[in-house]
């Protein structure tokens, strides 16, 4: 079931052309990148985003630990899709997102995220705690049904 | 642990430029479509496509029911990855696939797929039986540990 | 200068984090994705698609002759650029589209597509008349200056 | 005609599945993609890249000013694209490249390329001299018909 519980953030994606492949439905690669831009979308809503995270804190990023999706059902050109973003873990160094993507209220994809702040030394990237005033701005958005 | 299993099926894909992002690593929905380009290439080299699957078999394609990543370490642009393809499982109408993606022996990402072969009735797409040919084709590189 | 001529129309794009590349600006072919997303859109707004062009009128799809881009400053995240959009030419079979992307009332990049109407007979893809209809349909868009 | 003159860079582009769209043909900006695969490519070839032109010399980059591309005939999945990289143009601060992608010694799409040395200050973007010892690797690749 596709709802709107308290806290999840919604935004769109419309699907285009050129993110379609020859058999005419999404091509799956790219329901990934319209989570990634949900969660920058989400962080930048929420008052932060990667270039205020380097230059206020020293994090080089939020890279992915893990994803996973499930394809309910095809979705073509010109569909409009609903995502629903909900924090559904924040950790101290780490947090996991989930994305219901909907076509009129009717499931389309489900993908999940887990995500590492880190810093970089060198070339290598280590984690490191989510500062207190990100965790605080991403409370609200968190889920835990 | 890296390892080049009998019945694994290899290649590689270079990281380019275009495939990073703002913190100069890769952005990770390419690593899916880096898996997506190694099905096509295995299925190519056992001697079917897309295009013969929907001409020989009325098969209209092969998308995806589920995916997953693990991702272990950062790749940057000039990183040449080796990818090991093995299918793990053959059902009556799916098949899933494991791609290890390794830089120099050491694991940078894990890519699951799960796949239903179907046919389209209208706008609606049904699973249809694996064809005996294509079965044939991929039981070689089926490998079960 | 960024103007907004009788005829032409107008969408959006959000420069995402996966769009850019490691230098932090947007990685140049996104500009020519957010053209031809452009295209589809302005031709769902006239009332046909590439799968009513093939529904009702045979017709393959637009693929292009010739493109080309300017560009005048950077893009980063977060940015939302206005795309207007004008035809610049219609033909017998082609067409000429020009798309003035800007941020803030500033010239960020312009393309323009020139666009061929192809039928398929056996692998070949033959220019076609474009239908009256559709021509009529463009008519309103068409500025030449 | 697809020739190979002195200096030219030669690699190839497997046309992937992900890479066509409902036409099943090349969506076109995957050819500007390829041109900006086989820049760094030939760049990495001649012993610089992007990281060591900011280690080495502080260049952010080597940002587009101007692309254009002629397509010939349309490329499908498992296509293998031969490109032959050219440098037609070394000015002060910019150079111009071209890209001839062929199919079996049959024109696909001609890429060309206008692209600046920048340096950073603050959020600008400023042209900067092409230092000698870069000048002198992109040489031998300067071919002017």
Redesign the interface.
């Known amino acids: 079931m596709i709802s709107a519980p308290t806290g999840s953030f919604h935004r769109h994606e419309?699907v285009?052309?050129?993110d379609?492949?020859?058999?005419?439905?999404v091509?799956?690669?790219?329901f990934?990148?319209w989570a990634?831009?949900s969660f920058?979308?989400l962080t930048?809503a929420l008052g932060f985003?990667?270039?205020s995270l380097s230059a206020d804190h020293g994090i080089?990023?939020t890279?992915?630990?893990?994803?996973?999706?499930?394809?309910a059902a095809?979705a073509r050109?010109?569909d409009r899709l609903d995502i629903a973003v909900r924090i559904t873990r924040i950790g101290r160094s780490s947090c996991a997102l989930h994305y219901a993507m909907a076509l009129d209220g009717r499931a389309v994809a489900d993908v999940q995220e887990a995500r590492v702040f880190v810093r970089q030394t060198g070339t290598q990237?280590a984690p490191c705690a989510i500062p207190d005033a990100i965790r605080a701005a991403m409370a609200p958005h968190f889920v835990t049904s």
């Open positions: 419309t285009h052309w050129g379609c492949d020859a058999a005419g439905i091509f799956y690669p790219n990934y990148r990634d831009n920058h979308a930048r985003d990667q270039a080089l990023g890279p992915l630990v893990e994803t996973s999706a499930r394809f095809p050109p010109g990237l």
